[in-house]
């Protein structure tokens, strides 16, 4: 199953907690500045959220079968860097595809 809402000026991730069988997350082009809920979303391969405001890979423990993330272009304030959580590094040292 895949959801777009990309282009959407969308502040948070919310409301997905039920999409357990999702395998495609398109938030492209919004405002999200925190990964969240995506705890029950074991099945997640592809998730998209370049263009952005995320300062920090985090939320991902649980997407073992993630292969492709893409967070290019993140909007950030100046002097703010782009971080890793170390739960979510282990968890995607198996992507195909990443872009930052």
């Known amino acids: 199953m895949t959801f ?8 948070k991730i919310d409301g997905l907690l039920n999409l357990t069988k999702l395998t495609e997350l398109h938030l492209h082009h919004n405002l999200i500045r925190k990964i ?5 979303m074991p099945l997640l391969t592809k ?3 370049d263009h952005n405001c995320i300062s920090k890979l985090e939320g991902l423990e ?3 079968r993630l292969e492709e993330l893409s967070l290019a272009c ?4 100046p002097l703010v ?3 890793f959580d170390d739960h979510s590094i282990a968890t ?9």
């Open 92 to 100: 995607i040292s198996v992507l195909r595809f990443m872009i930052i």
């Open 47 to 49: 998730l998209y959220l």
């Open 74 to 77: 993140q909007y950030l304030p």
């Open 81 to 83: 860097e782009f971080t």
């Open 36 to 40: 969240t809920q995506l705890e029950n």
């Open 4 to 11: 777009y809402a990309y282009e959407n000026k969308i502040l």
């Open 62 to 64: 649980r997407c073992s």
